[in-house]
Nanobody, 116 residues
Framework: QVQLVESGGGLVQPGGSLKLSCATS????????MSWYRQAPGKERELVAT????????NYADSVKGRFSISRDNAKNTVYLQMNSLKPEDTAVYYC?????????WGQGTQVTVSS
């Protein structure tokens, strides 16, 4: 019953911004760390950012540090990824994920394309 649904992707010019959302259901959202991953064509899926059940505790990949910000709204069971100063190399499918009871769950992904 765990469901993760990403939205907010699209086409943006270099230097632009996007905010991704991940609406969740089927588990006690506030008790789990949430993560964003991304996968570009021909590359392995990589961890972008994580926010703990304590929303002030976050971690970022070096490639996005200072540009991206992960946050959560426990009242809405939703995790966000604010992406600023986007670069062409940020182009990828972005996935929301949670690790729960020995299983990792994934959303369907949302495409982010950074191009002029």
């Amino acid at each position: 019953q765990v469901q993760l649904v990403e939205s907010g992707g699209g086409l943006v010019q270099p230097g632009g911004s996007l905010k991704l959302s991940c609406a969740t259901s089927g588990f006690s959202f506030s008790l789990y760390a949430m993560s964003w991953y991304r996968q570009a064509p021909g590359k392995e899926r990589e961890l972008v950012a994580t926010v703990s059940y304590i929303s002030s505790v976050t971690n970022y990949a070096d490639s996005v540090k200072g540009r991206f910000s992960i946050s959560r709204d426990n009242a809405k069971n939703t995790v966000y990824l604010q992406m600023n100063s986007l670069k062409p190399e940020d182009t990828a499918v972005y996935y929301c994920s949670v690790f729960r009871q020995s299983l990792r769950y994934w959303g369907q992904g949302t495409q982010v394309t950074v191009s002029s």
